[in-house]
């Protein structure tokens, strides 16, 4: 079966600076890749998604990138906020269900 | 006001005892699936189901049984033989493969 694996599990970075979290997946079948952001006590919500046929998505501050040939995919956020503050989870899946990463809690300081 | 609505939000359980959480949404989504949350292991699938009156194990389904009767709900029964059940569960539905997955807000059981 697929397996996804995520790193850092944590990352601390000043309000105004870049994040990145990387995922790798085993599965070349995997065709499509989600990031759910989950704010503390609260239920994981999807905030971009990339699929096989793209190499970089693109949503105001916060973009994805995908290297199938390596089989990695990476969440890029810029100019951070406080609010940023969360657990991101990555995700594979081909055609049937999702397998996710064990998630990274991303603190961001005034 | 559509989604997916978890209840109850917080279970208590005694050693020994059988629990049901309910899962039920107004997507018209025809998959549905249960996930454990551990702190630091991530989203673990527990059980799945494509279409009503079928479904399959997920990676951590042994204590655990389901059932899809209807389309729109797809309750979790934690039985006595899960070995170490306490954990926060969220039920998630999509519209299809490589779609959006939405969740609900989630049940934290705990077993006293």
Known sequence: GENVEQHPSTLSVQEGDSAVIKCTYSDSASNYFPWYKQELGKRPQLIIDIRSNVGEKKDQRIAVTLNKTAKHFSLHITETQPEDSAVYFCAASGYSTLTFGKGTMLLVSP | ?112
């Open chain 2, 1 to 112: 006001d559509g989604g997916i609505t978890q209840s109850p939000k917080y279970l208590f359980r005694k050693e020994g005892q059988n629990v049901t959480l309910s899962c039920e949404q107004n997507l018209n989504h025809d998959a549905m699936y249960w996930y454990r949350q551990d702190p630091g292991q991530g989203l673990r699938l527990i059980y799945y189901s494509q279409i009503v009156n079928d479904f399959q194990k997920g990676d951590i389904a042994e204590g655990y049984s389901v059932s899809r009767e209807k389309k729109e709900s797809f309750p979790l029964t934690v039985t006595s033989a899960q070995k170490n059940p306490t954990a926060f569960y969220l039920c998630a539905s999509q519209a299809g493969a490589n779609t959006e997955a939405f969740f609900g807000q989630g049940t934290r059981l705990t077993v006293v």
